[in-house]
């Protein structure tokens, strides 16, 4: 199985994906909320036991993650760079492959050999559902960071 992440504020998106009925397919996904508190080591460690209860429980092997390079503030740090560094050492831990992409990349219709032109986020939405209140564009970039795995990018 393959975990797609994307970091947002006050939480992460993760949607797990693999084959399913012969294809590849979105199994689950969850917008998970850091804990709303100002105890910044607390918050990671809700962050990394919700990310390594999901790498267990799904049998995780490959993760997909959307980078932010347009880290400017403290804040920004606190919401994508720690908890990259988090992801990382789950990943190391559990033996996954670790893989990063720009949301540049992954909304891209060549990375994902459509057609020129396509919207990769529209075709996600049409192709893909999980019906859940937190299916928006960040959910979706999550699955094209596992899908991106997938196809080799």
């Not at 990349?105 to 559902?129: C, I, M």
Request: with cysteine; glycine share 8%.
């Amino acid at each position: 199985m393959i975990l797609g992440v994307n970091f947002v504020a006050k939480g992460v998106h993760l949607c797990v994906c693999g084959p399913v009925n012969g294809g590849f397919n979105l199994v689950t996904h969850e917008r998970f909320f850091v804990p709303a508190t100002n105890d910044t080591l607390n918050k990671l460690d809700s962050l990394h036991t919700k990310i390594q209860d999901v790498v267990q429980l799904s049998n995780i092997r490959r993760i997909g993650l959307k980078v932010h390079y347009n880290l400017q503030s403290q804040h920004d740090l606190f919401n994508h760079g720690a908890p990259v560094g988090v992801l990382a050492l789950v990943a190391e831990a559990h033996g996954c492959e670790f893989h990063s992409y720009t949301k540049r990349k992954l909304t891209s219709a060549k990375s994902f050999s459509l057609p020129k032109g396509t919207n990769v986020v529209d075709y996600v939405s049409n192709n893909f559902q999980d019906g859940s209140p937190h299916w928006q564009e960040p959910a979706k970039v999550a699955f094209l960071a596992a899908w991106a795995v997938e196809f080799g990018v």
